[in-house]
């Protein structure tokens, strides 16, 4: 598989976590080196996610929202409607000898994709260095978190996981938990940014920019 190709995008609707979390463990375990890469586009029921490592006193109150532990980096976030997550089902060693230095990179990519697709909404955001995810970069909200990342990465360097941009989200449950273990971080989406933009569209957006960066 030459460097040109691209990801398959596949749109899985609305869908649990748990069950997302177990088809892509599946599809890793099952992938060989011919396997096509993916990128899977879902919006999730209200479901917290705990990273491999991450601190569980975070949740300082679930409310009945189920907490998930996952093998992914990175801490507690919130995943729920009107939010757009991208999961990234890829072989780094492809193309790649050393998938360790590449995974560095990948994250500036997916980073850079979530930045220019939202540049194209009029907000400016930008990286904070050792906290990975998207942040205003102006504003009486700087700082104010936009996006999330987090990425398992295997031996073999095959990649799941992946993004969460949020779009028109009732925000109130990132108040419950220490946003990726951030005591009193900000978490703030498009719509209340005054962006106009549905989630569809946004799926497509960010889901074009990734493919773009990604088969570069």
Same mark, same amino acid.
């Given at each position: 598989? %030459? ?15 748990? =069950? ?5 463990? /599946?599809? &890793?375990?099952?992938?060989? /080196? ?6 899977? =586009? ?19 109150? /679930? ?37 360790? =230095? ?14 220019? &697709?939202?540049?194209?909404?009029? +907000? ?11 942040? +205003? ?18 031996? @073999?360097?095959? &990649? ?5 941009? @949020? ?10 938990? @220490? ?21 569809? /569209?946004?799926? @497509? ?5 990734? &493919?773009?960066? +990604? %088969?570069?």
């Amino acid at each position: 598989m %030459s460097a040109s190709t691209s990801p398959l995008i596949r749109q899985r609707g609305r869908e649990s976590y748990e =069950i997302t979390y177990a088809a892509m463990r /599946a599809f &890793t375990d099952a992938r060989t /080196a011919q396997t096509v890469d993916e990128l899977w =586009i879902v919006e999730h029921p209200p479901v917290f996610t705990l990273g491999l490592a991450g601190d569980p006193t975070h949740v300082l109150d /679930a409310h009945d929202i189920p907490v998930v532990q996952t093998d992914r980096g990175g801490e507690v976030t919130y995943h729920g409607p009107g939010q757009v997550v991208i999961y990234l089902l890829l072989d780094l060693r492809r193309n790649h000898a050393d998938a360790r =230095i590449f995974a560095r990179e990948l994250v500036n990519k997916i980073e850079q994709a979530v930045i220019d &697709t939202l540049a194209a909404y009029n +907000l400016a955001c930008e990286r904070k260095a050792g906290a990975p995810g998207i942040y +205003l970069s102006d504003g009486p909200l700087q700082g104010a978190k936009i996006a999330a990342l987090g990425l398992k990465i295997r031996g @073999n360097g095959c &990649t799941y996981h992946g993004v969460s941009l @949020n779009v028109a989200m009732d925000l109130t449950p990132f108040s419950w938990i @220490n946003p990726c273990g951030y005591e009193g971080l900000i978490t703030i989406d498009m719509q209340s940014l005054g962006a106009q933009a549905t989630l569809n /569209a946004v799926q @497509n957006a960010l889901a074009e920019k990734l &493919t773009h960066s +990604l %088969s570069g």
